[in-house]
């Protein structure tokens, strides 16, 4: 009996850390990917509860978010628009996709290829481009954005940073 004590103890607690995982698991139902956007305009996301496609990180802000939606309705979601940018380097349909961006001056999602980039802000996973409506000095387009995440001239490249930064 003295024996059988410690083992039933660890199996007790094996069940509760599984019962656990398993509660957790069922509440929190990530979406990764949102199907049958017809209407190919952003979704409401419910923050804490969508998934960055290319870094698998929560979205915890709107802020810097980006939604992308393919011709068939899928729509993909990223917290980051680096994030974003190395997703859009790898699909088959560029030209096709309908990409929204929330912006920092008007807080609001609008279309990525009209929005104006800034490259040095913090941003949620270090990439630096931050998204605005009204064009302001020192900002660039989406095309030249998308090229320069291409190339790697981003906010974690340290010769890039201290470049952007005057440093």
């Not at 190395?86 to 349909?93: C, G």
Request: charged letters at 25%.
């Amino acid at each position: 009996m003295k024996k059988a004590l410690p083992i039933l103890t660890i199996l007790i607690f094996i069940g509760i850390i599984i019962g656990i995982f398993l509660s957790m698991s069922s509440q929190k139902q990530m979406v990764v990917i949102y199907e049958n956007n017809h209407k190919h305009k952003p979704v409401d996301i419910k923050l804490s509860h969508f998934q960055d496609t290319q870094c698998g990180m929560t979205l915890s802000k709107l802020e810097d978010s980006v939604q992308a939606i393919s011709p068939d309705g899928k729509t993909w979601f990223f917290d980051d628009i680096g994030c974003f940018a190395l997703w859009y380097k790898n699909i088959s349909f560029q030209k096709d996709v309908i990409i929204w961006v929330y912006t920092r001056d008007t807080k609001e999602y609008i279309r990525a290829r009209e929005a104006w980039y800034t490259q040095t802000d913090k941003t949620e996973m270090g990439y630096g481009f931050a998204s605005h409506k009204i064009k302001k000095e020192k900002m660039i387009s989406f095309d030249d954005m998308i090229l320069k995440m291409f190339r790697g001239e981003n906010m974690k490249n340290p010769l890039i940073r201290k470049k952007l930064l005057g440093y």
